[in-house]
């Protein structure tokens, strides 16, 4: 099992360029998250899946849109990026299971600079 | 709303000594859980131990034990017998019953040194 996996892992955009990053998890979870990390800070949640073809606002999710078409794929995009965007994102999954607090496993990230 | 403290911005331990990482929390949810996670210098996040409120005994995981006091509203992260590869921030949060799609909570994570 490769667990969550994220492309790119690296990528420099241009103020007003678009891009999609792209998750995936073999684990069949249900649920699936993406959070940015800014330096000193932990992470803040950008959107939320809780099943294919659902998604929902997290803490922070002004200037970003998500799909998620496929259970195993969650995709971040971002329309017209701004330096203020620049930021390591992680995408994560869990099982999801009604009523229970799980685990959330975390993919190794993407550093995203806006310049 | 819900909310972590990690006080300790930065932590230096000697090797083979245990280190206390400080983690505080304050929810209106009756039950939640609240997690440890280790991320290294490159980077990625890693699952350490999990606490549910209910839970009668405090978690433990190898050399990580959690110090669950309810009433005071922390969640201690231990570590014994420190080791090198224990270098790492460490983040500490949290997760509510009636949080939709148990979106976790973070804190601002703490630095932990292990000096040879």
């Known amino acids: 099992n490769a667990g969550v996996t994220q492309t790119p892992k690296f990528r420099v955009l241009k103020t007003g360029q678009s891009m999609t990053l792209l998750c995936a998890q073999d684990?069949?979870?249900?649920?699936m998250y993406w959070y940015r990390q800014d330096p000193g800070m932990g992470l803040r949640l950008i959107h939320y899946?809780?099943?294919?073809?659902?998604?929902a606002k997290g803490e922070v999710p002004d200037g970003y849109n998500v799909s998620r078409l496929k259970k195993q794929n969650f995709l971040l995009g971002l329309e017209s990026a701004a330096p203020s965007q620049t930021s390591v994102y992680f995408c994560?999954?869990?099982?999801?299971?009604?009523?229970?607090?799980?685990?959330?496993?975390f993919g190794p990230g993407t550093r995203l600079l806006v310049l | 709303a819900q909310k972590i403290t990690q006080t300790q911005p930065g932590m230096f331990v000697q090797e083979k000594e245990a280190v206390t990482l400080d983690c505080t929390y304050d929810t209106s949810d009756p039950s939640y859980g609240l997690f440890w996670y280790k991320q290294p210098s490159s980077g990625e996040m890693i699952f350490l131990i999990y606490?549910?409120?209910?839970?009668?005994q405090n978690a433990t995981e190898g050399r990580y034990s959690l110090n669950f006091q309810k009433a005071r509203k922390s969640a201690n992260l231990v570590i014994s017998a420190s080791q090198l590869g224990d270098s790492a921030m460490y983040f500490c949060?949290?997760?509510?019953?009636?949080?939709?799609?148990?979106?976790?909570?973070f804190g601002q994570g703490t630095e932990l040194s292990v000096k040879p």
């Open positions: 994560a999954s869990s099982k999801g299971r009604a009523g229970r607090m799980e685990t959330q496993y």
């Open positions: 949060a949290m997760s509510g019953l009636y949080n939709q799609g148990g979106k976790l909570i």
């Open positions: 606490q549910g409120s209910y839970d009668q």
């Open positions: 899946s809780v099943g294919e073809g659902t998604t």
């Open positions: 684990m069949n979870h249900e649920y």
